[in-house]
């Protein structure tokens, strides 16, 4: 059995070998001319040629999780998680607001350490929701912001630790090929407060911002939180009220 070993300056080496059972026939596997780029794997072609290829499926990229002594408007700002190795994002989500202040799940965008996108950046959007168990319990509420106030889910009753809980897909917040600018969609079972669980709600919210108004390069940075909304699609600015928030955010890019 051979071994092809690497010896260290230090004194250590590293070694590569064969496999522990006899081949059924000679292997050869010809290396890349190249490096590949940060997060590619070597994948082959079945014939022994190895290549650097992007990993499919999802890539975790940050998490946050906050208890709620330490809730704060701005506890899921996530600085430049976004770049152009992707152009879709999962975000899982579980977030609540101590205070029972605020009635409306929202995102903001913005460029690397900004954290939102206050003047002249429209998004306009809307939630289909649907009370379990509750005949006629089914309607719809609009959005609309010219400060970059992404609302999407609401509305929350005023008990404290409501909050909400569920997964949202955003898209092309790079402007790497989009055309209609960065998208948000979730889906959600909305909590009314930990006394009250029987009000639980199944709900789609949806948001479009403009692509002519985002910034060069796109955006780098997400905040999630819970934000005093208008479900009948009054224009919300940033003197809005934002609440303190706790839970857990985690973010994945998909390819």
């Known amino acids: 059995m051979s071994i092809l070993n690497f010896l260290h300056s230090g004194g250590n080496k590293v070694s590569l070998t064969t496999p522990t059972s006899n081949p059924s026939s000679n292997v050869t596997f010809k290396l890349p001319a190249a490096d590949g780029t940060a997060g ?11 290549t650097f290829v992007d990993q499919k499926g999802m890539t975790f990229l940050s998490s946050k999780n906050i208890v709620s002594g330490s809730a704060a408007t701005n506890a899921f700002h996530f600085n430049n998680v976004f770049s152009t190795t992707f152009t879709q994002y999962m975000i899982y989500f579980d977030i609540f607001t101590p205070t029972g202040s605020g009635n409306v799940l929202f995102a903001q965008f913005g460029t690397a350490s900004n954290g939102s996108v206050t003047s002249g950046y429209q998004c306009r959007g809307g939630n289909m929701h649907s009370q379990v168990g509750t005949s006629g319990g089914t309607s719809k509420q609009v959005y609309n912001s010219d400060d970059g106030i992404h609302q999407l889910n609401g509305t929350l009753g005023s008990d404290a630790n409501a909050g909400f809980r569920g997964h949202a897909i955003i898209t092309d917040p ?5 055309d209609t600018g960065v998208t948000v969609s979730t889906i959600i079972m909305m909590h009314y407060g930990n006394g009250n669980q029987q009000n639980k709600w199944s709900e789609r919210g949806f948001s479009n911002g403009d692509y002519n108004t985002t910034p060069s390069g796109g955006f780098k940075d997400l905040r999630l939180g819970i934000c005093q909304g208008n ?8 003197s809005t009220s934002f609440a303190t928030v706790y839970g857990t955010v985690s973010i994945y890019g998909v390819r």
């Not at 479900?231 to 940033?238: D, E, K």
């Open 40 to 50: 590619q794997v070597l994948q082959t072609d079945g014939n022994g040629n190895l």
């Open 174 to 178: 790079m402007k790497v090929s989009s």
């Open 231 to 238: 479900s009948s699609g009054g224009n919300v600015t940033t």
